[in-house]
């Protein structure tokens, strides 16, 4: 975070320290490394992050080092990450929390601009707290909140909403991930059936949409939204003059309400405001929707969707479904499947004067079906102004494959980003988007995952590749290429693709010769920048092959082994292709069965090797505080790098380090001379 721009001035950063996992011990050592910084960086630390702080109490140990930095503008106690949710927050910590960054802007103090505190279990009581702070001081200038993922209920979200209402400065509320199914049901006055969200939340919300001039983002993702705190939502945008972003993803809204939203957005006062707008649908309606439903079927859907795809602000968007469930946008609606979602989109956006101002479109998990797809991708053949396209689970299966293959070909469009990740497409299918993709000059990005297109699919690919000359990332996983398939696709990035940068061959069991190709590829001089292979089942053999090829290598960037079996001599090897390889910046081995051995291979690498700035390792088995003598040691002569993540396995012994080795390491750390870095010390325990 080092040089983040606020409020048009620089400010540096210094001391940034990310802690995850740590029992209390760990947390003591996070406090004194910040102490020993606060000579040099008191006045000058503006963001403090400390993400899975892990203590027991992380409150006692982070509000020291909030008074003691007066300026402090940023400050992340992200907790997601811990097992068990020891050392989170929860609710009692929340409030002294609030008492001290935000209720201390009114005393004269440091006037803290963002606070995340996602994963930290907050609950309605936290909410509660924080949301008084935020009306209860004049002088606080919080501008973004985070509370995703902090098991807040219907009562913690309207209190949230009431304090937005009375809050002058915040402009990015994040609330995503936060009511449980069955959670705030009937809740509060006039229930209306009943959702996860609640009725009263809703009405808050709404309210405070009607007075609130500075609110640019509002994230309710995943937040179970029923039809009428939908409608309710959609009263209050209808006067919003500020909102830019609106985020129901995964939220489970009745097409009914999400037909209600989308005409509260397209006619109300945000539409010259809305910049970016996602909203997940679910089917069927609870009881006493009728009328809405019946109002749908009159046509309020189609005007909505043509008036947003002809807004000329509106940039991203997503209608999304819910794949688990099996609904979505493309579901035939009340009036047949021309009234579907999809097929109004491709009508909207032929009409649209210049192809409208929509860049990014997402029919995620919409069940569009073949017949849909095929229809979008004839109205995009003219349009000049989408650049991203995401269709990934959407079962468009060959016909709508071969519409979008003559799309990539013939379309006199700028399409750079294309998504058909899940769509059921076999080899026939992605042979009919290869031949396009040879010829396509503006793509970009392709992503095929999760595709059964087989080793024929992987070599229409390859030969797609040997012609394309403008392609930067391709995504394969799990698309079941196996070993003749990476080999067609190697041999095509060796001989004659010079453009790709990023591959990720993830979960499709290389085999020996793939693996071999692969090595073969990684010792020629290429554009090749990042390498992912997870979950392929490589053995050390492999890994030494990789290995013996990074020797040679002067181009690769990332290297991504995770979740293989390279163990200690795939990572002895690894770390000794490393003294040599001066290019790679970061090696990724989480859950490879590596032990000590490995390990200490690995820290000794980091004496040799000037170029490597993020190193992730997950060990198996217990280690011993000779490798944190030796860690300490390798960073005392490295000063490259700036991320170090040593995780351990799950069921492995902890790592046995004494107070004296931490001290070690820790003054390895402070004269490591990073203050300008971020720094992450993962689980070291």
Known sequence: MAGCGMDGRELRTVGCLMVSYLSQEGALRMGAVCRSWREAVESETRSLVAVDGGAEDPVARVLPLVR????????????????????RLGPEGAAKLADAVLSGAAQGGGRLRVLILRGNAVGDAGAGELARRLVGSERCGLETLNLEDNGIGGAGMRALAVALGRNASLRHLALSRNVDAGEGAGEGEGGGGGGQFGMAAAQAFAEALRCHAGLRVLELASCGVSCAE???????????????????GRSGVPLSGAVRLLSALSRGACRSSLRSLRIGVCEGSADGEEEMEAEAEAGMLPGALEALCHSETLAELRLEGDKYAGHGWGAAAAGG???????????????????????????????????????????LLDNAVLTRLDLGNNDVGLEGAAAIARL?????????????????????????????????????????????????????????????????????TSCYVGSDGAVDICDALRTENRSLKSLDLSGNMLGRDGVCALALL???????????????????????????????????????LEHNYCRNEGAGALAWALMENQTL????????????????????????????????????????????????????????????VLQKSQGAVSMEWEAGDRRELREAWKNGKRSDEKLVLDAVL
């Open 68 to 87: 003691r930095y007066p300026g402090l503008v940023h400050l992340d106690l992200s907790g997601a990450g811990l097992r068990g949710g020891a050392g």
């Open 522 to 560: 990684l010792r020629c001089s290429t554009p090749l920048e990042s390498v992912i292979v997870r979950s392929n089942g490589l053995e050390a053999k492999d890994a030494v092959r990789i290995a013996n090829a990074l020797r040679e290598n002067t181009t690769l960037r990332t290297l991504a």
């Open 230 to 248: 939908a409608c309710a939502l959609a009263e209050g945008l209808r006067e919003n003059v500020t909102l830019e972003k609106l985020d129901l």
């Open 585 to 644: 910046r970061s090696l990724q081995l989480g859950s490879n069965a590596i032990g000590e051995e490995g390990l200490s291979d690995l820290v000794s690498m980091l004496r040799c090797n000037a170029s490597l700035t993020q190193l992730t390792v997950r060990t198996s088995g217990s280690v011993s505080g000779r490798v944190a003598h030796e860690l300490a040691r390798s960073l005392q002569g490295n000063s490259a790098l700036t991320s170090l």
């Open 408 to 476: 990539l070909a013939q379309g006199r469009g700028n399409l750079a980003h294309l998504r058909l990740d899940g769509n059921n497409l076999k080899a026939r299918a992605v042979k009919e988007l290869a031949r396009a993709l040879g010829a396509n000059g503006s793509l970009e990005s392709l992503d095929l995952g999760a595709n059964h297109m087989s080793a024929a699919g992987a070599a229409a690919v390859a030969e797609a590749l040997r012609c394309n000359r403008r392609l930067e990332s391709l995504v394969l």
């Open 337 to 379: 499947p021309s009234h579907a979602a999809p097929a109004l989109v491709v009508r909207a956006l032929r009409e649209a004067p210049s192809g409208g101002s929509i860049r990014s479109l997402g029919l995620r998990d919409s069940r569009i079906g073949p017949s849909a797809a095929a229809d979008l991708a004839a109205a």
